[in-house]
């Protein structure tokens, strides 16, 4: 039995598989430019995080109907159990989907179909936040905002910011995390993924995003860390992500130990698991692996994953329990 764990960042887009995005394709009548699943695998060798995006929204024109959502939130879930995660804050982006002629109503009922079954069928529980994309414009993000409201506090329970970074700060979004604070939503953001750790500071400051998504670039300025410990800000972060988007040179460089070491409520997930090598234990796995991580530091990453997440209190204290309890095979065991 894998560790139990959450999942908090993880773009459900970003869960399409090949084989998937192909299957859809041919039933929507949408020509892919590469002749099959092979080649289109070959596509994800990524310089930066823009090179990844060009690639993620173009292969996001095979996503069509509510079935095609479904499919692909369902596809979602049976993987993310078999590697034990039991609660899942799934990001989507709707501009990429309405901008394509695709309604919300499609997009959300679709994914909802799909995770309205996640606890009977996989055991696992799920919310949606909806992402603003941060290179459009805060009109954009306001009428995307307005055009959700009858899904708030339903199926979606807090928004995001997510998309290319550098050059597009948080401040913009300002009103629509402000209506989001009034309507009760949680608050979320991407920040110092390539940005600097001035967008971190800006997203507490001017957005109150609750928790940070990657943050990794913190870590420049020890002020900033202090704070984010004092206040216990969790980060989401993405170690294969960082890798194959260039973030880090490799996993054995990844930041996870200096972050740990100051004290911070790290937590491990897959971000675009399609397009980065792994799910959200492949990640604890290669982490493992790469950094030589303890049993107990696995254990003490699972519970943050479980403290981090927006679970009434019952559940998360019921998973934390879980995770105390776990019993790690035995690592020759596991290596035969
Ligand atoms: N890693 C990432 N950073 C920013 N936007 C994203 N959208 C999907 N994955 C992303
Ligand atoms: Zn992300």
């Known amino acids: 039995m894998p560790l139990p764990k959450a999942e908090l960042h993880l773009h459900i887009e970003g869960t399409l598989e090949p084989e998937l995005a ?6 929507n009548g949408v020509t892919l430019p590469y002749a099959d699943t092979e080649e289109l695998r070959r596509a994800y060798a990524f310089t930066d995080l823009q090179s990844f995006l060009d690639l993620y929204y173009a292969l996001m024109a095979v996503l069509r109907t509510e079935e095609d959502f479904a499919e692909l939130a369902e596809a979602y879930l049976a993987r993310a159990a078999a590697q034990g995660v039991r609660h899942a804050e799934i990001f989507f982006d709707p501009q990429a989907h309405t901008a394509r002629g695709v309604p919300l109503a499609v997009v959300v009922d679709g994914l909802g179909r799909a995770l309205d079954r996640g606890e009977e069928r996989h055991g696992v529980s799920t919310r949606l936040i909806m992402c603003f994309l941060r290179d459009e414009s805060a009109e954009s993000a306001l009428e995307t905002f307005e055009a959700a409201r009858p899904w708030f506090g339903g ?3 807090g928004i995001g910011l997510d998309s290319a970074e550098v050059g597009h700060p948080p401040a913009k979004f300002r009103e629509v995390y402000r209506r989001a604070a009034e309507a009760g939503l949680h608050r979320v953001a991407h920040a110092g993924e390539e940005g600097p750790a001035a967008y971190i500071t800006e997203a507490l400051d001017v957005l109150g995003v ?18 984010l410990v004092r206040e216990r800000i969790p980060l989401t972060l993405c170690p294969l992500s ?29 971000d675009d698991p399609a397009y980065f090598g792994g799910y959200a ?17 696995l254990r003490l990453l699972a519970a943050n994953s479980f403290q981090a997440s927006f679970l009434p209190e019952e559940r998360r204290a019921a998973l934390l329990a879980e995770v105390a309890a776990y019993e790690f095979a035995p690592r020759a065991a596991v290596r035969a």
Do not use: Q
Not at 22 to 27: D, I, N, S, T, Y
Not at 214 to 223: I, M, Q, S
Not at 244 to 264: E, F, K, N, S, Y
């Open 155 to 157: 199926r979606i329970t």
């Open 22 to 27: 192909f299957a859809l394709a041919a039933r």
């Open 210 to 227: 609750e928790r940070i998504d990657h943050g990794l670039r913190c870590l420049e300025d020890p002020a900033l860390v202090e704070r």
């Open 281 to 297: 234990g492949d990640n604890f796995d290669a982490l493992a692996e790469a950094l030589g991580l303890d049993d107990e530091t």
């Open 242 to 270: 960082n890798v194959r988007l260039r973030c880090v040179d490799t996993l054995a460089d990844h930041p996870l130990p200096a972050i740990l070491d100051a004290g911070l409520l790290a937590t491990v997930n897959s």
